[in-house]
């Protein structure tokens, strides 16, 4: 069994605090009831406290004492009356080698520190009065953010995983669906996900073009059109996040090819340029370049490319950011480091992440484009953004929705590799998509 480097992610966090003592104290999620019942909600555990300590189970919390360097984990107790209905838990020991700490305890019993850092979400009460005065709830946030930016081997291969996982679910669902099937049959994981990383997004057609489409009970009715396909797995509490979009036919159509092979340019010019000491709302920018060329070439968008950038004409196709950071959460921490401001410009201002990459980073890239009606129509009463637009041969591709195409990548010392192993070139699709109709 893999031990969970609970105390390595300890030691990250102490280093970003800056101090050479003190205590790190983090408590991890209850189980709540619903009201009038006995029924139990599902429980998720707390993204910061899972970070520091591996443990899934509610009722549990940790600490870290920087001065000796010791990591303590404090277990839920279990009795024998509730033991009679919920089994015999791991004695311990057992906890304490599993997740990688120096001591377990029952009872939250630290001794005398000089301060103790928690989270300002977190309840303390349980510290007790004696040491409610000394804790800081004001500095441990950031530094635990930051750390959990930059992934160690532990994580890396745990979202490999969870990217196998979905992305297999992606070429299953692909295999599977036909028209006349509602949202494309049902999007399934196992092989040891838990449970999806984010509500799954299947829309096809013109909602397609609905960026966080969730309503997922269309009937694919034509081949002509397209599913896009937003699903990932969380293995091992760490997610995966892939988009697909693809034929409901067994072929796509003139105008989705078209878009979609500008969307497929865009994604990997964008994965060959990221690298450290790269800026990410640069790796937009040139999605954005790559999606003006494009367009230019369908005679969507006309005139001159730098008058198209400088006007953020792209932005109003693309209304979203290129991609994030992703980790135990989907949109994972860290995106904006203290004092970072968003850009207020199309496109850009919906960015999740603005910050220089660096190895051990992991990022999707996700460039899309879309037919927004609403979006678009603002950029007919904007005569800067007009002069480029050819809302004619808008008007022709209106019926292809959106096309995004996901994948998540680790930055290393010298470029990066690919997470995501799903099938996105059109020859494959088209083949995928052919032997479901066979």
């Not at 303590?72 to 004695?91: C, K, N, Q, T, Y």
Request: contains cysteine.
């Amino acid at each position: 069994m893999q031990v969970y480097p609970a105390k390595q992610h300890f030691v990250k966090v102490a280093k970003n605090l800056g101090v050479s003592s003190g205590i790190i104290f983090v408590r991890g999620g209850d189980t709540i009831i619903h009201p009038d019942s006995d029924t139990e909600y599902e429980f998720h555990q707390d993204s910061n406290f899972y970070y520091l300590s591996g443990v899934r189970e509610p009722g549990f919390a940790a600490a870290y004492d920087i001065a000796t360097n010791t990591a303590i984990l404090f277990v839920h107790h279990v009795s024998a009356d509730e033991a009679v209905w919920i089994g015999v838990p791991p004695s311990l020991e057992d906890y304490r080698r599993a997740h990688g700490f120096d001591k377990a305890h029952y009872t939250h019993d630290i001794e005398s520190p000089s301060v103790i850092f928690a989270l300002p979400h977190q309840q303390i009460d349980q510290l007790g009065a004696e040491l409610k005065p000394l804790v800081d709830t004001e500095r441990l946030l950031e530094p635990l953010h930051e750390a959990r930016v930059f992934k160690d081997e532990f994580e890396i291969a745990i979202m490999r995983r969870a990217n196998q996982i979905s992305g297999d679910a992606h070429v299953k669902l692909m295999r599977t669906t036909q028209a006349g099937h509602e949202r494309g049959r049902s999007y399934t994981l196992g092989q040891g996900c838990m449970y999806e990383a984010y509500g799954s997004i299947a829309a096809c057609g013109r909602n397609a073009a609905v960026l966080h489409y969730t309503k997922n009970n269309q009937q694919l009715n034509s081949k002509e059109e397209m599913i896009l396909v937003d699903a990932g797995g969380t293995y091992e509490n760490y997610a995966s996040d892939i988009t697909r979009t693809w034929p409901i036919g067994p072929k796509f159509t003139p105008e989705c090819r078209a878009i979609y092979q500008i969307v497929l340019d865009m994604q990997k010019q964008v994965i060959a340029a990221c690298a450290p000491h790269k800026q990410w709302e640069d790796m937009h920018i040139l999605s954005n370049r790559v999606a003006a060329q494009g367009l230019l070439e369908l005679g969507i968008l006309k005139g001159d490319i730098d008058g198209i950038m400088e006007n953020y004409v792209v932005g109003y196709f693309m209304p979203h950011g290129i991609g994030h950071l992703i980790g135990i959460d989907t949109h994972d921490v860290g995106g904006y480091p203290k004092g970072t401001q968003r850009i207020d410009k199309p496109g850009l201002r919906n960015l999740r992440s603005r910050r220089e990459m660096l190895p051990n980073m992991v990022f999707t890239v996700e460039p899309g484009l879309y037919f927004v009606d609403d979006i678009l129509k603002e950029a007919q009463q904007n005569p800067k953004v007009a002069q480029f637009i050819n809302f004619d041969k808008v008007a022709e591709y209106r019926k292809v929705g959106g096309v995004r195409i996901e994948d998540n990548i680790v930055i290393t010392e010298d470029g990066n590799y690919n997470l995501t192993t799903c099938p996105r070139e059109i020859a494959d699709l088209e083949a995928i998509r052919s032997a479901a109709y066979q």
